[in-house]
């Protein structure tokens, strides 16, 4: 089993930044991709920002590309997402997810687990 604590959200005014963490522990934790995504209120949920552990290759959706940076400490097991110049639209629970399948980084059925969720709300 995977467990993965996401922390660092919180509110913020428009054109603030946040800096969420995703700490991840088990003994079975080998990931291949490691990635966020958020859901609205009354929306489905959507990918934000992947990175592949071991090359640190880095998929963004382009709504939050130039505004958002995910990047990994490998040696500590934890991911994070930068959030520079949010906006209200920014506004939902984000998620930390990881699969250790070679799959797509962008699609949420690839991924195996899943944090708690960190409640992120900007306002205008």
């Known amino acids: 089993q995977v467990q993965l604590v996401e922390s660092g959200g919180g509110l913020v005014q428009a054109g603030g930044s946040l800096r969420l963490s995703c700490a991840a522990s088990?003994?079975?934790?080998?990931?291949?991709?490691m990635g966020w995504f958020r859901q609205a209120p009354g929306k489905e949920r959507e990918f934000v920002a992947a990175?592949?552990?071991?090359?640190?290759?880095?998929y963004y959706t382009d709504s939050v590309k130039g505004r958002f940076t995910i990047s990994r400490d490998n040696a500590k097991n934890t991911v994070y997402l930068q959030m520079n110049s949010l906006k209200p639209e920014d506004t939902a629970v984000y998620f930390c997810?990881?699969?250790?399948?070679?799959?797509?980084?962008?699609?949420?059925?690839?991924?195996?687990?899943w944090g708690q969720g960190t409640q992120v709300t900007v306002s205008s």
């Open positions: 088990g003994r079975t934790f080998s990931p291949y991709n």
């Open positions: 997810a990881t699969t250790s399948k070679i799959a797509s980084a962008t699609s949420a059925l690839q991924y195996d687990y």
């Open positions: 990175v592949r552990w071991f090359s640190g290759t880095t």
